[in-house]
């Protein structure tokens, strides 16, 4: 008889397995890649599909797909098991014994035949979209009195303080629809329920008590029903999972807590993709945006987070109730999502503090990615949302505020405190294209004195800064280097009058010492904003 080890191995191609991690190209019999294992730039890791084994020639890595497994996500072997077991479909305890199992189903079949009598729950379900052949899949019964519930374990010597029940679960339990919750392994770990009579005052939902068999962070209702390689919805509720189902849907919830990395873990073995389905409701959309922030942490290549914002009072079961599908919906990204829900659903008469606070949050958000790529990108994607959001962008010939152009340039220094190298020296021959005695360039130079002391702008400046239409897309240091010249070379063609006056002004207020503790305090304020 193959052991449960050889099952896994058989139905688990190495190949498909490993392409998701890292990028193959077949080379004779095998494939080769860049090894995850450690910092190589020429491909020395090689997977032989035949004999279902991979090895590096570099770090000399090696092994079948339960080694893979443990050294990729740093796990021991019965946390492999237990993940791939899942993944191959094959049957594997976790320690229950044969008679625990049997005590769970014995009593999941006691809550069936209660609901099978019930024609009024069967209703609430109808009424619900709940088919049929959803009851009998997802195994939904219906819980008698508690003193009924007791009986019945008595009668049948069925005992659950392992899986920390007692009389006050049953009590808690009593007249409720029960959904029988699964492990990775599709055995039945614990209970959940819900009211179903409309005076009832007792919280909506309960679910059974943590134990050694049901743990929440690592639970994750309808798992055991979802199929490998598409996209996996992540929803609030159990009926939310069945709706889902019944239109075809990959669905899970998790079982009263937050989706968390260990949840995320799980989803990865079956599928690359999970879309984030909240309830439109204010709960609902703080729940998602905790997923959010929790994925940011947990990214890697090759693996999409997105979500759906479904209208007001709205929840995957009832929008496909309505329209049967959920194809109108909106999926936006993780990047696009964060922004929104951070940024862009702000009013738009924030103040320029306000909103300089706000993009900096979004750069120190970026800055939790472990991946430097996809650090990197991230940044990209929302400096270039930020802007195309907020300024019309125009060419420098249409620029309808010339006056506002050295400003322009002192924005610029404040985005990328690296060009300061570049321009430093160029910027000390500008002031500005106004008068020496003018109110614009007393409040430009008294700005920047300002910063050089370590004070803060002032509210009048930041507005004339936030106030700026940006000439190009700035997406890197090396954009803002040639906006910073393109800008600067316009205002000297825009006046040479009295320039040896106005660059004698500005000397006379920076000197190179202060010119070094400026730079010093905009690479500091970077720093910051790196370290989050």
Known sequence: M?????????????????????KLRPIGGSYFGVCPFHVEKTGSFSVDGKKGVFHCFGCQAGGDIFEFYMKYNNVDKKEALRALSALA?????????????????????????????????????SDRCVDKKSIEKFKLGLAPDSSSIQRFLKENQLNLENYG????????????????????????????????????????????????????????YGFNFTKNYLPIWVVEGYLDVIIMHQYGYNAVAPMGTAFGSDHLKIVREKSNEIIVAMDGDAAGRKSALKTAQMGIECLVPDFQINFVDFPDNHDPASFLQQYCSLDSLKIYPLHE???????????????????????????????????????????????????????????LTQLPYE????????????????????VAEHFARLDNIYNEDSAQSSLYTEQLMRLLNGQELSR??????????LIEKIDSKDDAIAAWYKVA?????????????????LQENFSEQEWERFKQWLVSQERKDEEG
């Open 165 to 220: 029940f007692n009389d006050y679960s049953w009590k808690m339990f009593e007249h409720r629809i029960i959904f029988p919750i699964y492990d990775v392994n599709a055995d039945i770990c614990s209970f959940g329920g819900r009211v179903y009579k409309t005076n009832d005052m007792r919280a909506k939902y309960v679910n059974g008590p943590a134990s050694e068999y049901f743990v929440k962070s690592r639970t994750l």
């Open 2 to 22: 193959i052991n449960v080890f050889e099952q896994i191995k058989d139905r688990i191609n190495l190949v498909e397995y490993v392409s998701r991690y890292v």
């Open 489 to 505: 070379n316009h205002i000297q063609q825009m006046n040479n009058r009295e320039q040896a006056e106005r660059v004698q002004a």
């Open 337 to 395: 999502y964060i922004f929104m829900t951070e940024y862009a659903a702000s009013s738009i008469s924030m103040t320029p503090e306000k909103t300089t606070q706000m993009f900096k949050k979004l750069m120190s958000v970026a800055a939790k990615i472990k991946d430097p790529v996809l650090k990197s990108e991230y940044r990209k994607r929302w400096k270039d949302l930020w802007w195309n959001r907020n300024k019309k962008i125009q060419e």
């Open 89 to 125: 479909g094959v049957s594997f305890s976790t320690g229950l014994s044969t008679r625990k199992k049997q005590t769970l189903d014995i009593l999941a079949d006691y809550f069936v035949q209660h609901l099978e009598q019930s024609d009024v729950v069967k209703k609430i379900l």
């Open 460 to 469: 009048d400046f930041m507005f004339r800064i936030d106030s700026i239409q």
């Open 403 to 422: 006056n506002h152009l050295p400003l322009l340039l002192f924005k610029y220094i404040l985005m990328y405190p690296d060009i300061l190298d570049e």
